[in-house]
Protein backbone atom coordinates (compact mmCIF):
# COMPACT_ATOMS: atom_id res chain seq x y z
CA UNK A 1 0.00 0.00 0.00
CA UNK A 2 1.45 3.07 -0.73
CA UNK A 3 1.81 6.12 1.83
CA UNK A 4 0.21 9.65 1.07
CA UNK A 5 1.59 12.26 3.33
CA UNK A 6 0.49 16.08 2.98
CA UNK A 7 2.21 19.11 4.05
CA UNK A 8 2.82 22.90 2.54
CA UNK A 9 5.86 22.54 0.65
CA UNK A 10 7.95 19.94 -1.00
CA UNK A 11 11.69 20.35 -1.28
CA UNK A 12 13.61 18.17 -3.87
CA UNK A 13 17.37 18.42 -2.71
CA UNK A 14 18.68 18.95 0.43
CA UNK A 15 21.91 21.18 -0.68
CA UNK A 16 22.40 24.71 0.27
CA UNK A 17 19.59 25.88 -1.78
CA UNK A 18 16.75 23.80 -0.76
CA UNK A 19 17.67 23.64 3.28
CA UNK A 20 17.54 27.47 2.91
CA UNK A 21 14.43 27.32 1.86
CA UNK A 22 12.83 24.53 4.54
CA UNK A 23 14.89 26.12 7.15
CA UNK A 24 13.16 29.61 6.07
CA UNK A 25 9.81 28.39 5.64
CA UNK A 26 9.62 26.03 8.39
CA UNK A 27 10.64 28.67 11.06
CA UNK A 28 7.31 30.41 9.47
CA UNK A 29 5.09 27.85 10.53
CA UNK A 30 5.10 25.96 7.31
CA UNK A 31 4.88 21.98 7.20
CA UNK A 32 7.86 20.95 4.80
CA UNK A 33 9.26 18.00 3.61
CA UNK A 34 12.59 17.29 1.82
CA UNK A 35 13.32 14.35 -0.14
CA UNK A 36 16.98 14.17 -0.39
CA UNK A 37 18.44 10.99 -3.01
CA UNK A 38 21.81 10.90 -1.14
CA UNK A 39 23.28 9.41 2.08
CA UNK A 40 24.49 12.15 4.23
CA UNK A 41 27.71 13.07 5.01
CA UNK A 42 28.63 13.26 1.07
CA UNK A 43 31.58 14.99 -0.84
CA UNK A 44 30.79 17.39 -3.30
CA UNK A 45 31.65 18.59 -6.75
CA UNK A 46 32.49 22.30 -4.81
CA UNK A 47 35.15 24.94 -4.34
CA UNK A 48 32.99 25.25 -1.08
CA UNK A 49 34.21 29.13 -0.23
CA UNK A 50 31.21 30.95 1.02
CA UNK A 51 31.47 34.94 1.56
CA UNK A 52 31.60 36.85 4.69
CA UNK A 53 28.09 38.49 2.95
CA UNK A 54 26.05 35.44 4.02
CA UNK A 55 26.98 35.15 7.30
CA UNK A 56 23.77 37.02 8.78
CA UNK A 57 21.53 34.40 6.81
CA UNK A 58 23.48 31.78 8.30
CA UNK A 59 22.93 33.54 11.40
CA UNK A 60 19.33 33.95 10.55
CA UNK A 61 19.33 29.74 9.52
CA UNK A 62 20.50 29.31 12.82
CA UNK A 63 23.63 27.38 12.42
CA UNK A 64 26.19 30.76 11.90
CA UNK A 65 27.71 29.43 15.17
CA UNK A 66 28.40 26.46 14.14
CA UNK A 67 29.93 27.49 10.98
CA UNK A 68 32.11 29.57 12.44
CA UNK A 69 33.09 26.96 14.76
CA UNK A 70 34.15 24.26 11.71
CA UNK A 71 34.94 26.58 8.88
CA UNK A 72 38.43 27.42 7.86
CA UNK A 73 40.32 30.59 8.27
CA UNK A 74 39.20 33.96 6.75
CA UNK A 75 40.38 34.43 3.76
CA UNK A 76 41.65 37.69 3.28
CA UNK A 77 43.82 37.76 -0.31
CA UNK A 78 42.73 36.99 -3.37
CA UNK A 79 45.03 35.69 -6.00
CA UNK A 80 45.94 34.09 -9.22
CA UNK A 81 48.13 31.41 -10.18
CA UNK A 82 48.94 30.75 -14.24
CA UNK A 83 51.83 29.09 -15.20
CA UNK A 84 55.17 30.97 -13.60
CA UNK A 85 52.60 34.00 -12.62
CA UNK A 86 51.57 33.63 -8.80
CA UNK A 87 50.28 37.15 -8.17
CA UNK A 88 48.01 38.15 -5.23
CA UNK A 89 45.75 41.31 -3.66
CA UNK A 90 43.61 42.37 -0.69
CA UNK A 91 39.95 40.42 -0.28
CA UNK A 92 37.25 43.27 -0.21
CA UNK A 93 35.40 42.82 3.14
CA UNK A 94 31.89 42.48 3.28
CA UNK A 95 30.18 45.73 4.05
CA UNK A 96 29.17 46.46 7.56
CA UNK A 97 25.03 47.00 7.69
CA UNK A 98 22.50 48.23 10.16
CA UNK A 99 20.27 44.87 11.70
CA UNK A 100 18.02 43.16 9.83
CA UNK A 101 14.67 44.22 9.45
CA UNK A 102 11.31 41.90 10.39
CA UNK A 103 11.21 38.95 7.27
CA UNK A 104 7.90 38.68 5.58
CA UNK A 105 4.85 37.37 8.02
CA UNK A 106 4.42 33.75 8.92
CA UNK A 107 1.75 31.72 7.75
CA UNK A 108 0.18 30.47 10.44
CA UNK A 109 2.49 30.36 12.66
CA UNK A 110 5.35 32.39 14.78
CA UNK A 111 6.82 35.11 13.24
CA UNK A 112 10.25 34.76 12.25
CA UNK A 113 12.97 35.17 14.09
CA UNK A 114 14.17 38.03 12.30
CA UNK A 115 15.62 41.52 13.39
CA UNK A 116 18.43 40.19 15.25
CA UNK A 117 22.10 42.42 14.53
CA UNK A 118 24.40 39.50 12.78
CA UNK A 119 27.94 38.99 14.04
CA UNK A 120 30.12 41.35 12.26
CA UNK A 121 32.29 39.14 9.84
CA UNK A 122 34.14 40.88 7.28
CA UNK A 123 35.69 37.63 5.65
CA UNK A 124 34.59 34.94 3.74
CA UNK A 125 35.97 31.22 4.55
CA UNK A 126 35.57 27.79 3.87
CA UNK A 127 33.43 24.66 4.96
CA UNK A 128 33.82 21.14 3.12
CA UNK A 129 29.83 20.28 1.62
CA UNK A 130 30.73 16.93 3.57
CA UNK A 131 30.18 19.06 6.85
CA UNK A 132 28.18 22.31 5.70
CA UNK A 133 25.58 20.07 4.44
CA UNK A 134 24.68 17.98 7.52
CA UNK A 135 24.65 21.32 9.37
CA UNK A 136 22.21 22.48 7.34
CA UNK A 137 20.16 19.35 7.12
CA UNK A 138 20.44 18.74 11.14
CA UNK A 139 19.01 22.62 11.38
CA UNK A 140 15.92 21.34 8.83
CA UNK A 141 15.22 18.42 10.90
CA UNK A 142 15.20 20.24 14.56
CA UNK A 143 12.91 22.73 12.88
CA UNK A 144 10.04 20.30 11.88
CA UNK A 145 11.20 19.58 8.72
CA UNK A 146 10.23 15.97 7.66
CA UNK A 147 13.70 14.64 6.00
CA UNK A 148 13.05 11.55 3.26
CA UNK A 149 16.32 10.36 2.64
CA UNK A 150 17.65 8.46 0.98
CA UNK A 151 14.85 8.62 -1.60
CA UNK A 152 14.43 9.39 -4.92
CA UNK A 153 11.62 11.61 -6.79
CA UNK A 154 10.35 9.94 -9.33
CA UNK A 155 7.46 12.40 -10.66
CA UNK A 156 5.59 15.28 -10.80
CA UNK A 157 2.01 15.15 -11.30
CA UNK A 158 -1.22 17.70 -10.73
CA UNK A 159 -4.07 16.99 -8.25
CA UNK A 160 -6.07 19.55 -7.96
CA UNK A 161 -4.65 22.68 -6.08
CA UNK A 162 -2.15 20.79 -5.12
CA UNK A 163 0.87 18.58 -6.57
CA UNK A 164 1.52 14.91 -5.88
CA UNK A 165 5.10 13.80 -5.98
CA UNK A 166 6.25 10.48 -6.47
CA UNK A 167 9.56 9.03 -4.20
CA UNK A 168 11.21 5.94 -4.07
CA UNK A 169 13.12 3.98 -1.39
CA UNK A 170 14.32 1.10 -3.15
CA UNK A 171 10.71 -0.55 -3.86
CA UNK A 172 9.09 1.14 -1.33
CA UNK A 173 6.86 4.30 -2.70
CA UNK A 174 5.77 6.72 -0.93
CA UNK A 175 3.32 9.90 -2.62
CA UNK A 176 3.53 13.15 -0.99
CA UNK A 177 1.01 15.85 -1.78
CA UNK A 178 1.72 19.81 -1.40
CA UNK A 179 0.57 22.91 -3.23
CA UNK A 180 4.52 24.12 -3.43
CA UNK A 181 7.13 22.05 -5.01
CA UNK A 182 10.90 23.24 -5.14
CA UNK A 183 13.22 21.98 -7.67
CA UNK A 184 16.57 22.14 -5.47
CA UNK A 185 18.31 19.12 -6.85
CA UNK A 186 21.04 20.95 -9.34
CA UNK A 187 21.35 21.11 -13.00
CA UNK A 188 24.21 18.52 -13.88
CA UNK A 189 22.25 15.29 -13.74
CA UNK A 190 18.97 14.50 -16.15
CA UNK A 191 16.24 12.95 -14.88
CA UNK A 192 12.33 11.88 -15.01
CA UNK A 193 11.65 15.27 -13.60
CA UNK A 194 9.86 18.06 -15.18
CA UNK A 195 12.41 21.06 -13.83
CA UNK A 196 15.24 18.35 -14.86
CA UNK A 197 17.12 19.68 -17.84
CA UNK A 198 18.18 17.76 -20.57
CA UNK A 199 21.23 16.89 -21.82
CA UNK A 200 23.83 16.93 -25.15
CA UNK A 201 27.29 16.82 -25.77
CA UNK A 202 29.24 19.59 -27.20
CA UNK A 203 33.16 20.06 -27.57
CA UNK A 204 32.81 23.26 -25.55
CA UNK A 205 31.28 21.29 -22.63
CA UNK A 206 32.53 21.90 -19.23
CA UNK A 207 33.36 19.46 -16.57
CA UNK A 208 34.56 19.86 -12.53
CA UNK A 209 36.47 18.17 -11.01
CA UNK A 210 37.61 18.57 -7.20
CA UNK A 211 39.78 16.86 -4.27
CA UNK A 212 41.12 17.43 -0.55
CA UNK A 213 44.47 17.70 0.42
CA UNK A 214 46.24 17.85 3.42
CA UNK A 215 49.96 19.02 4.11
CA UNK A 216 49.02 22.10 1.53
CA UNK A 217 51.92 24.44 1.67
CA UNK A 218 49.33 27.49 0.84
CA UNK A 219 49.01 30.36 2.78
CA UNK A 220 45.76 29.85 4.77
CA UNK A 221 44.11 33.52 3.84
CA UNK A 222 44.85 33.40 0.50
CA UNK A 223 42.69 32.26 -2.55
CA UNK A 224 44.01 31.86 -5.92
CA UNK A 225 42.39 32.21 -8.97
CA UNK A 226 43.87 29.45 -11.18
CA UNK A 227 44.30 30.04 -15.28
CA UNK A 228 45.17 27.12 -17.15
CA UNK A 229 44.89 25.72 -21.06
CA UNK A 230 41.57 24.95 -21.83
CA UNK A 231 39.97 25.69 -18.11
CA UNK A 232 39.99 27.53 -14.81
CA UNK A 233 39.74 26.54 -11.17
CA UNK A 234 40.75 27.87 -7.53
CA UNK A 235 42.62 26.88 -4.04
CA UNK A 236 41.04 27.52 -1.07
CA UNK A 237 42.13 26.78 3.07
CA UNK A 238 39.14 24.76 4.55
CA UNK A 239 38.13 23.14 7.56
CA UNK A 240 40.13 20.55 9.46
CA UNK A 241 43.74 21.38 7.80
CA UNK A 242 42.19 20.51 4.66
CA UNK A 243 42.83 22.39 1.35
CA UNK A 244 39.70 22.47 -1.38
CA UNK A 245 41.06 22.35 -4.87
CA UNK A 246 38.41 22.64 -7.72
CA UNK A 247 38.35 23.15 -11.69
CA UNK A 248 37.03 23.19 -14.90
CA UNK A 249 38.01 21.92 -17.83
CA UNK A 250 36.58 21.84 -21.67
CA UNK A 251 35.32 18.09 -23.06
CA UNK A 252 37.84 18.72 -25.95
CA UNK A 253 40.63 19.49 -23.93
CA UNK A 254 39.72 17.11 -21.38
CA UNK A 255 39.98 14.24 -24.05
CA UNK A 256 43.65 15.53 -26.19
CA UNK A 257 45.24 15.47 -22.23
CA UNK A 258 43.82 11.43 -21.61
CA UNK A 259 45.75 11.09 -25.41
CA UNK A 260 48.72 13.24 -24.72
CA UNK A 261 52.03 11.47 -25.58
CA UNK A 262 53.99 9.77 -23.26
CA UNK A 263 50.92 9.52 -20.99
CA UNK A 264 49.63 6.12 -20.48
CA UNK A 265 46.69 4.93 -22.33
CA UNK A 266 44.97 3.93 -19.48
CA UNK A 267 44.87 7.28 -17.83
CA UNK A 268 42.06 8.43 -16.14
CA UNK A 269 40.48 11.92 -16.29
CA UNK A 270 41.33 12.99 -12.68
CA UNK A 271 44.96 11.75 -13.20
CA UNK A 272 45.17 13.92 -16.41
CA UNK A 273 43.61 17.28 -14.95
CA UNK A 274 45.53 16.34 -11.24
CA UNK A 275 48.67 16.53 -14.15
CA UNK A 276 47.78 19.17 -16.26
CA UNK A 277 47.16 21.73 -13.28
CA UNK A 278 50.61 20.98 -11.81
CA UNK A 279 52.09 21.18 -15.00
CA UNK A 280 50.57 24.37 -16.37
CA UNK A 281 50.69 26.81 -12.41
CA UNK A 282 54.17 26.54 -10.76
CA UNK A 283 51.50 27.99 -7.62
CA UNK A 284 50.35 24.21 -7.39
CA UNK A 285 52.67 22.66 -7.86
CA UNK A 286 54.90 24.54 -5.04
CA UNK A 287 51.15 24.24 -2.77
CA UNK A 288 51.07 20.47 -3.59
CA UNK A 289 54.44 19.45 -3.19
CA UNK A 290 54.24 18.29 0.20
CA UNK A 291 50.38 17.44 0.43
CA UNK A 292 48.74 14.34 0.11
CA UNK A 293 45.40 13.64 -1.69
CA UNK A 294 42.77 12.81 0.97
CA UNK A 295 40.27 10.88 -0.95
CA UNK A 296 39.28 10.15 -4.39
CA UNK A 297 38.81 13.18 -7.23
CA UNK A 298 35.49 13.30 -8.22
CA UNK A 299 33.90 14.80 -11.14
CA UNK A 300 31.11 16.40 -12.07
CA UNK A 301 28.99 18.10 -14.86
CA UNK A 302 29.04 19.13 -17.46
CA UNK A 303 28.34 22.55 -16.10
CA UNK A 304 26.06 24.40 -17.82
CA UNK A 305 26.09 28.20 -16.34
CA UNK A 306 23.36 30.77 -17.69
CA UNK A 307 19.66 31.86 -16.21
CA UNK A 308 17.10 29.84 -16.15
CA UNK A 309 13.01 30.01 -15.39
CA UNK A 310 12.83 30.52 -11.70
CA UNK A 311 9.06 29.12 -12.10
CA UNK A 312 7.68 26.79 -14.89
CA UNK A 313 4.93 24.68 -15.27
CA UNK A 314 3.93 25.43 -11.42
CA UNK A 315 7.22 24.42 -10.01
CA UNK A 316 9.50 26.66 -8.15
CA UNK A 317 13.46 26.32 -9.10
CA UNK A 318 16.37 27.31 -6.87
CA UNK A 319 20.19 26.78 -6.60
CA UNK A 320 21.43 25.82 -9.85
CA UNK A 321 18.12 24.54 -11.15
CA UNK A 322 17.37 28.24 -11.23
CA UNK A 323 20.40 29.67 -13.07
CA UNK A 324 24.23 28.98 -11.93
CA UNK A 325 27.46 31.25 -12.70
CA UNK A 326 30.76 30.02 -13.83
CA UNK A 327 32.50 28.59 -10.76
CA UNK A 328 35.52 31.24 -11.87
CA UNK A 329 34.23 33.62 -9.38
CA UNK A 330 33.51 30.75 -6.26
CA UNK A 331 29.92 32.38 -5.33
CA UNK A 332 27.77 28.96 -6.32
CA UNK A 333 27.30 28.33 -2.16
CA UNK A 334 26.48 31.99 -2.05
CA UNK A 335 23.77 31.94 -5.05
CA UNK A 336 21.91 28.51 -3.48
CA UNK A 337 21.62 29.88 0.35
CA UNK A 338 20.97 33.48 -1.14
CA UNK A 339 18.04 32.35 -3.70
CA UNK A 340 16.45 29.95 -1.48
CA UNK A 341 16.02 32.80 0.80
CA UNK A 342 14.88 34.70 -1.63
CA UNK A 343 12.63 32.21 -2.52
CA UNK A 344 10.94 31.74 1.08
CA UNK A 345 10.47 35.33 1.55
CA UNK A 346 7.85 35.64 -1.67
CA UNK A 347 6.18 32.24 -0.68
CA UNK A 348 5.50 33.32 2.77
CA UNK A 349 3.78 36.91 2.14
CA UNK A 350 1.59 35.23 -1.35
CA UNK A 351 -1.74 34.30 -1.02
CA UNK A 352 -2.42 30.77 -1.07
CA UNK A 353 -4.30 29.29 -4.39
CA UNK A 354 -2.70 28.77 -8.09
CA UNK A 355 -2.61 32.81 -8.63
CA UNK A 356 -0.71 33.34 -5.32
CA UNK A 357 2.29 30.87 -6.07
CA UNK A 358 2.40 32.94 -9.56
CA UNK A 359 2.28 35.86 -8.32
CA UNK A 360 5.36 34.96 -5.63
CA UNK A 361 7.23 33.07 -9.03
CA UNK A 362 7.13 36.31 -10.96
CA UNK A 363 8.48 38.12 -7.68
CA UNK A 364 10.81 35.54 -7.22
CA UNK A 365 12.34 35.66 -10.79
CA UNK A 366 12.92 39.46 -10.68
CA UNK A 367 14.40 39.43 -7.37
CA UNK A 368 16.82 36.43 -8.58
CA UNK A 369 17.82 38.49 -11.51
CA UNK A 370 18.27 41.50 -9.77
CA UNK A 371 20.59 40.12 -7.03
CA UNK A 372 22.39 37.49 -9.11
CA UNK A 373 22.36 38.94 -12.91
CA UNK A 374 25.35 40.85 -12.85
CA UNK A 375 27.52 38.40 -11.31
CA UNK A 376 26.09 35.53 -14.02
CA UNK A 377 26.97 37.89 -17.04
CA UNK A 378 30.78 38.74 -15.36
CA UNK A 379 31.31 35.32 -14.79
CA UNK A 380 30.71 34.37 -18.09
CA UNK A 381 32.83 36.97 -19.69
CA UNK A 382 36.05 35.99 -17.89
CA UNK A 383 35.45 32.14 -18.20
CA UNK A 384 35.06 33.11 -21.82
CA UNK A 385 38.63 34.94 -21.40
CA UNK A 386 39.79 32.35 -19.34
CA UNK A 387 39.36 29.13 -21.88
CA UNK A 388 40.35 30.71 -25.03
CA UNK A 389 43.30 29.72 -26.39
CA UNK A 390 46.32 32.48 -25.27
CA UNK A 391 44.69 34.15 -22.70
CA UNK A 392 46.13 32.88 -19.90
CA UNK A 393 49.29 34.91 -20.74
CA UNK A 394 47.45 38.05 -21.23
CA UNK A 395 45.74 37.52 -17.68
CA UNK A 396 48.76 36.83 -15.95
CA UNK A 397 50.29 39.82 -17.33
CA UNK A 398 47.71 42.24 -16.73
CA UNK A 399 47.32 40.67 -13.13
CA UNK A 400 51.01 41.29 -12.47
CA UNK A 401 50.90 44.81 -13.49
CA UNK A 402 47.57 45.46 -11.70
CA UNK A 403 47.34 43.05 -9.04
CA UNK A 404 44.30 45.60 -7.96
CA UNK A 405 42.24 44.08 -11.03
CA UNK A 406 41.87 41.32 -8.40
CA UNK A 407 40.17 42.49 -6.07
CA UNK A 408 37.91 44.60 -8.78
CA UNK A 409 36.66 41.16 -9.84
CA UNK A 410 35.68 39.69 -5.96
CA UNK A 411 33.33 43.14 -5.82
CA UNK A 412 31.94 42.57 -9.42
CA UNK A 413 31.41 38.29 -8.25
CA UNK A 414 29.10 39.45 -5.42
CA UNK A 415 31.54 39.00 -2.27
CA UNK A 416 30.79 42.30 -1.03
CA UNK A 417 26.48 42.39 -1.92
CA UNK A 418 24.26 42.54 1.07
CA UNK A 419 21.58 39.56 0.82
CA UNK A 420 18.27 41.49 0.35
CA UNK A 421 16.60 41.59 4.24
CA UNK A 422 20.00 42.05 5.59
CA UNK A 423 20.60 45.69 5.16
Not at 207 to 228: E, W, Y
Not at 310 to 334: C, K, M, Q, T, W
Request: aromatic share 6%; glycine share 12%; proline share 8%.
Amino acid sequence: MTRLSTHDAIIIGAGPAGTSVALTLARRGWAVAIVEKSVFPRRKVCGEYISASNLALLDQLEIGDAWRANAGPEIRRVGLFSGETCAEAPMPPARDGPPAEDGPPAKDGPPAKDGRRAKKDGFGRALGRDVFDCLLLQAARSAGVEIFQPCRAVAIDPDGEAQLVRIQAGNETTMLRAPVIVAAHGSWEPGPLPSQLGKTNRPSDLFGFKAHFTGSSLAPDLMPLLIFPGGYGGMVSADHGRLSISCCIRRDMLAQLRKHPGHQSHLSAAEAVSRHLMESCRGVRDALESADVDGPWLAAGPIRPGIRSGYERDIFRVGNAAGESHPLIAEGISMALQSGWLLACELSCAPDGRAGREMAGRRYEAAWKSLFSTRVYAAAALAGIAVSPGSATWMAAIVRNFPQALTLGAQLSGKTKPVPGFV
